[in-house]
């Protein structure tokens, strides 16, 4: 069979000096039903920009499709009942042990299907996955100030589908009930009941009684299922529209301007090497699932309010708050008859806090720097000292909480006391930030010098040469134009200055953004002038 | 010099940070060098065999895998097969998957065109024709309704819409129990006078004289099965029960007749977020709560040493029937597990004793 080059809807203007082909016929059917081939037209030669950095979104992208898939089929063999049961399939070391029916049927996905543990495997490899590809493609957007308009909305979605990739997370790790997630979801239920007024309610309502009761892992595997991806998917198609609406950012290059996109057409390049690399996204997910074993629930045993084991852990994105649960203070207080927990609405509202911050910072920071301006060039981390330090620190808190979830290991891997390593953490939550933003800005600051350095005195090649007169110089090279460009092409505001407005009267907002103005553009390195240039070809 | 560049000429807030532009010129996009697949015919050749090679390779993959499919069956009970299984399986998904990838990812960077291109952009606003047709169509929707001039009905809209949803919150209250309220699922637990003390898993009573010193016993009710959710029972009434050497024990006078003989029983469920404590230090006699490491001293009254939990683990008063099996004295006095706003009121202030100085400043 011959088939023509064109996708599936060729423009109808060329169908007529096509011959008749198999694909020619069913692209004019299609047309002529959903006139498809105005999204042919307009998307089929769109400009990708190609960069490494710009493929984490993709892998977060790919490793949903994979958890869909993977997801589907394990409904089909998943049980989600609380009701009791004896097990009696193939794992003997927990036969004829009572368990809820919903461990029964994951230890039978594990054993008895065939392709079932492999099923599991791959569904929570890509789940991890996920979480992590989307994290990085956050930090990505973060470092890079690919938030700013008119992106911003975009980082709001972003963020709320990486709060669902968690949500979804937690309610998977749930369901198997086996004693670690059962243990997860008494952790959940202490947390919920500390909060003021409501809290008894909510778990009143959400365990359908007492803990754990026979109802919750029906509920949250309902929300697993349909309330929570459908809610993802709407979200992740929102995030494609206004990719393909804004346009994707590129960095500053030889030919880059804040006004063109440069790159490979969707049709065909793009779409090949997209295509390809969701196949080798899901073969990765697939072999790393072929060969390692995660979350084994037969050695957990099933979910028992008495037993649990030293060493538990969460999955590694829920790490950051089990970590500032462990490293809050001890306080309680009572009042009027009332108990108001601290010990676990502090961390809860720090959580919150920090939560709110990163999903409204492209605000903060345009609100700072009254930038009404649409950015298309992706910063370099080091042009952006400021905004680079303040994500390091970000990192730092995320970080310091995330090793707190593993406090207890840390202590018994390197053979400390536990107090001392959470006295440690405690204090490092609050230093490690600022050292972090510290060091950051100044090492950024150094590397703009580097830049600037070589820009006007050349790398240094390598190449010693001895004198006339007996001395040894390495020579400098400098750069080639298009090299050169890389280094030169970025902005480098000044602090605000301290203005009157129409009606001649400064005000305190005016002053106090002059003040964040400040401290976020007073450190800066000059950018490399025409002049400079001439001035050091001369030496 | 840096005086003589010229400002953006967009229009720049008041309170911008000052911008300059770059003095230098975009040298533009540069040249295109030709790959050696494009130079040498035989190389793009030998660049459309691998590929052939890949996709060839991936379909051998999905072959081995239907293959290990059937020919490594699970056999029940034999552990091995369905690790075979497992391996051979995922690795036949993962050879097809991989080398379509690889193939494809080949296939577009040696044989399909890399010449770049370029786009241009335009502001992402819509023109000014447009916004004014969008203003118009607005204008016109809110002639025609009468949405501004007509606002009794629009603001009853408005209000109505507001109350609709309250019938969907109202539709949960019977996610739990319609005859009970939170704090009557919480406050007590299925101890009382007379329960026997018993070995959790078995159900073996306890004597008195089987308490050893050193270890701790998980301690389940006697008719914990018996009951109608015996999980969610044991959830709450999960117990602890230690002896210690008279001269550690540290006892407050009040509770003195709660233990028996050196041997005291607090509940399990964490105080802080309700995990179990299950790790007992024999030498210090402290608990530990292996989720958030909150410690208990057991010798005084399980008050916390160290982490975020707050209140001592609740204790069980003990005693022994005729027949030297350990019993229950009575539920406990307080609400066992983490805190709730309401606790308080389900604490039992006739029988309740509090411990003494278990403030912050007692901790070690």
Redesign the interface.
């Known amino acids: 069979m011959t088939t023509t080059q064109s996708p599936n809807a060729a423009p109808a203007s060329q169908a007529p000096q096509q011959r008749k082909t198999v694909t020619s016929w069913a692209a004019n059917y299609l047309d002529e039903r959903t006139s498809i081939s105005g999204v042919t037209a307009y998307l089929g030669?769109?400009?990708f920009p190609d960069h490494w950095s710009f493929m984490l979104g993709e892998v977060a992208l790919y490793s949903f499709v994979v958890i869909l898939l993977s997801g589907t089929f394990l409904t089909f063999f998943f049980d989600p009942s609380m009701g009791h049961t004896t097990y009696e399939g193939?794992?003997?070391p927990l036969k004829g042990i009572e368990m809820s029916i919903a461990y029964a049927s994951s230890l039978d996905i594990?054993?008895?299907i065939?392709?079932g543990?492999?099923m599991r495997?791959?569904h929570h490899w890509a789940a991890l996955l996920f979480v992590a590809s989307i994290g990085l493609h956050m930090l990505r957007v973060f470092f890079t100030g690919a938030f700013r308009k008119?992106r911003e909305l975009n980082w709001v979605i972003g963020f709320l589908l990486f709060i669902l990739a968690m949500a979804e997370g937690f309610t998977g790790y749930s369901l198997p009930d086996d004693l670690l997630s059962g243990?997860g979801l008494?952790?959940i239920?202490?947390?919920v009941?500390?909060?003021?007024?409501v809290?008894?309610?909510i778990?009143?309502?959400?365990?359908?009684?007492?803990?754990?009761?026979?109802?919750v892992i029906p509920r949250l595997f309902v929300l697993h299922i349909m309330l929570l991806p459908a809610i993802l998917i709407v979200l992740l198609g929102m995030h494609m529209v206004l990719l393909v609406?804004?346009?994707h950012t590129q960095f500053a290059g030889?030919?880059?301007?804040?006004?063109?996109?440069?790159?490979?057409?969707i049709m065909?390049?793009f779409a090949?090497?997209a295509?390809?690399?969701?196949?080798?996204?899901?073969?990765?997910i697939?072999?790393i699932?072929?060969?390692f074993t995660i979350n084994p629930i037969w050695n957990y045993g099933p979910?028992?309010?008495?037993?649990?084991?030293?060493?538990?852990q969460p999955d590694w994105y829920i790490g950051f708050a089990?970590g500032a649960?462990?490293?809050?203070?001890?306080?309680?207080t009572?009042l009027f008859?009332?108990?108001?927990?601290w010990?676990?609405l502090i961390p809860m509202a720090v959580l919150g806090l920090f939560i709110v911050l990163v999903m409204f910072y492209p605000f903060i920071e345009a609100w700072v720097?009254?930038?009404?301006?649409?950015h298309?060039l992706a910063d370099r981390p080091r042009n952006a000292p400021t905004r680079t330090a303040i994500g390091a620190a970000g990192v730092v808190f995320y970080a310091v909480m995330w090793a707190g979830a593993s406090?207890?290991l840390i202590a018994t891997h390197f053979h400390l006391n536990?107090?001392q390593v959470?006295w440690v953490l405690q204090a490092l939550i609050f230093l490690g930030p600022i050292i972090a933003f510290w060091v950051t800005k100044r090492v950024a600051l150094g590397l703009q010098k580097k830049d600037r350095e070589i820009l006007l005195h050349g790398f240094e090649s390598g190449r010693i040469v001895r004198r006339p007169g007996g001395e040894y110089i390495e020579v400098h090279q400098g750069l080639d134009?298009?090299e050169s460009?890389k280094l030169?092409?970025?902005?480098?505001?000044?602090?605000?200055?301290v203005?009157p407005?129409e009606r001649g009267r400064i005000t305190t907002g005016?002053h106090v953004?002059?003040a964040l103005?400040r401290w976020?553009?007073e450190d800066r390195i000059?950018?490399v002038?025409?002049?400079e240039v001439e001035r050091a070809s001369h030496h | 010099?840096?005086e003589e560049?010229k400002m953006?000429d967009?229009?720049?807030?008041?309170?911008?940070?000052?911008?300059?532009s770059?003095?230098?010129e975009?040298?533009?996009?540069?040249p295109h060098r030709k790959r050696q697949t494009d130079l040498h015919p035989e190389k793009a050749k030998r660049a459309e065999r691998t590929v052939f090679t890949w996709f060839l390779v991936s379909a051998l993959g999905s072959i081995v895998a239907v293959a290990a499919?059937i020919a490594v069956?699970?056999t029940?009970?034999?552990?091995t097969t369905?690790r075979m299984?497992?391996?051979l399986?995922?690795?036949g998904?993962?050879?097809?998957?991989?080398?379509?990838?690889?193939?494809?990812?080949h296939?577009?960077?040696q044989l399909?065109?890399?010449e770049?291109?370029?786009?241009?952009?335009h502001?992402?606003r819509g023109s000014d024709a447009t916004r004014a047709k969008a203003v118009e169509v607005f204008t016109l929707g809110d002639q025609e309704s009468g949405f501004s001039r007509r606002s009794l009905i629009r603001n009853s809209l408005i209000g109505a819409l507001a109350v609709v949803p309250l019938p969907a919150v109202v539709l949960?209250?019977d996610?739990?129990?319609a005859d009970?309220?939170?704090?009557d699922?919480?406050a007590h637990t299925m101890w009382e006078a007379g329960t026997r003390l018993c070995l959790?898993?078995t159900g073996t009573p306890i004597r008195a004289e089987d308490v050893s010193y050193g270890s701790a016993f998980?301690v389940?009710p006697e008719d914990l099965e018996e009951s109608e959710?015996p999980?969610?029972?044991?959830?709450?009434a999960?117990v602890l029960l230690m002896r210690l050497p008279a001269d550690a024990l540290n006892e407050s006078p009040e509770r003195a007749g709660w233990s028996y003989d050196g041997i005291v029983a607090y509940s399990?469920?964490?105080t802080?977020?309700?995990?179990?404590v299950?790790?007992y230090e024999q030498q210090t006699h402290h608990l530990l709560c292996?989720?958030?490491?909150?410690?208990f001293d057991v010798k005084n009254h399980c008050k916390?040493i160290?982490?975020?939990?707050?209140?001592p683990l609740p204790q069980l008063p003990i005693t022994v029937d005729d027949e030297g099996y350990l019993i229950a004295q009575r539920d406990f006095t307080e609400p066992v597990?983490?805190?709730?706003?309401?606790?308080?009121?389900d604490v039992d202030e006739d029988g309740h004793v509090q411990v003494a100085g278990t403030t912050?400043e007692q901790r070690a």
């Open positions: 030669r769109k400009i193939s794992y003997v594990s054993f008895d065939r392709g543990l492999l495997q791959v008119p243990n008494a952790i239920n202490g947390m009941k500390a909060i003021p007024l809290g008894g309610w778990s009143y309502l959400l365990f359908g009684g007492m803990f754990p009761g026979v109802d609406l804004n346009k030889p030919g880059k301007t804040n006004e063109n996109v440069v790159g490979v057409p065909p390049v090949a090497k295509g390809g690399f969701f196949f080798l996204v899901f073969g990765v697939m072999a699932a072929a060969t979910y028992d309010p008495s037993p649990v084991s030293a060493g538990t089990d649960l462990r490293l809050a203070p001890g306080w309680e009572e008859g009332l108990t108001f927990s010990n676990i720097t009254q930038d009404k301006r649409e298309h406090s207890d536990v107090f959470t134009e298009y460009w030169k092409a970025f902005e480098s505001p000044e602090p605000a200055k203005r407005d005016t953004r002059a103005s976020f553009f000059e950018p002038t025409k002049a | 010099m840096a560049t953006q967009v229009e720049l807030h008041r309170d911008a940070a000052l911008e300059r770059s003095e230098f975009n040298p533009g996009l540069p499919y069956p699970i029940p009970g034999d552990l369905t299984n497992n391996l399986l995922g690795l998904i993962a050879l097809a998957l991989l080398s379509i990838g690889i193939g494809a990812v296939w577009s960077k399909m065109s890399d770049e291109h370029v786009d241009l952009r502001p992402t949960f209250r996610l739990a129990p009970e309220v939170p704090t699922v919480f959790d898993p998980h389940i959710h999980l969610d029972e044991k959830a709450k999960a399990k469920i964490c802080h977020v309700g995990c179990p299950a790790l292996p989720c958030h490491q909150s410690t916390v160290f982490g975020p939990a707050k209140r597990g983490p805190s709730y706003f309401e606790r308080l009121h912050t």
